[in-house]
């Protein structure tokens, strides 16, 4: 038992190692130990077996790690397993190509959405790629989407406090409590610079077999370009549509009686 401990212990700090990198900087040993609060000795120590693994690399010149090619070998492999993916995917593309904007697609995981794809339209370019990113519930379209059918009790154990990230997030949960129930009646939810400046998205959640919410499917782009003053029947319209279609993939006829 002792010896399980010491190992499990070991691989506890290893992926609070990976995890520091998070922000998406290179970072010296002493960055990364503060961040995963270990030792630097520790850090210094796990850093070369991961290395040796392939899972951070180290430049030369600088010294500094970043995360190895390996991970984007096991990054694509979890993804390719995903059953949400695998039957939304091409339905997301499909959006893009359609209405020259962004169509994502974000998987639910206790009080965040991680995306795993995105899909860039014409008239929302983007120079970087969303997938593995994670984004707050209560700040996104695709994240607030997912919170209907939850109680207020559940929200506010799910997510105590609500950061603020501009001027528009919605920061009490009374506030929330009032999106929540809008969202249920139409069934779809809009976002207007809630997480970022300048971007507005709809979406709308995707259910199991079962009809659990397990994930999401959002339109993004630019708030002058995805236009939801004149546009939002017509993309909700859309997007509803997008996310019955992936829901059927996943097993869900709808509900029971």
Known sequence: MPADKGANQSVEKAIAVLESFSGGEPMRVGDVARAAGIGQSTASRLLATLEAGGLVERDAQTTLYFLGSELLTLAGIAINQNRVHRVGRQIAQGLAGKLGLGANLALLRDAELIYLCNFEGPQSPKSHTLMGQRVPLHATSIGKSTLVGTSRESRHAL???????TESTITTHEALDREVALIARRGYATEVEEFVLGRASVAAPI??????????????????TIDLETREAELGRIIIEAADRISSGLGYQGPAG
Do not use: T
């Open 159 to 165: 997510m105590p406090k609500l950061a603020g990230y």
């Open 207 to 224: 259910l199991d077999q079962s009809g659990r919410i397990v994930a999401a499917v959002s339109i993004s782009g630019p708030r002058s």
